[in-house]
């Protein structure tokens, strides 16, 4: 078998070419890294934010069912909207029944899509006892 020829020397020619190619990739994979993380924190964002709906339109639907049985002063409808906007959202849709049942809908823009919650309150239905 005959022995290797070659030099670093050589080697050192041969590959000149590659010269700061980890820089790239190093740079490359920072920004992959950053992107990522920016994705990320919309996501995370955009998750609360939706969250945070759900729990306005429950306490908007409490609140206007809440003014249709009398515990609370106003208009249903009126305090349902003003519920919504204590945590910056909009009242899209209101209704309440004559037995003093809400449905309430919420909309809001979140990354630039439509979102809507919607949320019902009121007094219990009658159970029957069945024994």
Do not use: K, N, Y
């Not at 924190?41 to 409490?62: C, E, I």
């Not at 206007?64 to 909207?81: F, I, L, T, Y």
């Not at 309430?104 to 009658?126: C, S």
């Amino acid at each position: 078998m005959r022995p290797s020829t070659r030099t670093l020397s050589s080697f050192r020619v041969s590959h000149a070419d590659d010269e700061g190619s980890g820089s790239v990739l190093g740079l490359a994979l920072v920004v992959a890294v950053a992107v990522s993380a920016c994705l990320l924190a919309t996501l995370a964002g955009a998750l609360s934010t939706a969250q945070t709906l759900r729990g306005a339109a429950d306490a908007a639907a409490l609140g206007a069912a809440d003014s249709a049985s009398g515990r609370v002063a106003g208009e249903p409808c009126g305090v349902a909207a003003e519920a919504a906007a204590v945590v910056g959202f909009a009242l899209a849709d209101c209704a309440v029944d004559a037995e003093g049942r809400a449905s309430v809908t919420l909309a809001t823009t979140i990354v630039g899509l439509a979102v809507t919650a919607r949320a019902r309150a009121g007094p219990p239905q009658e159970t029957i006892d069945s024994t």
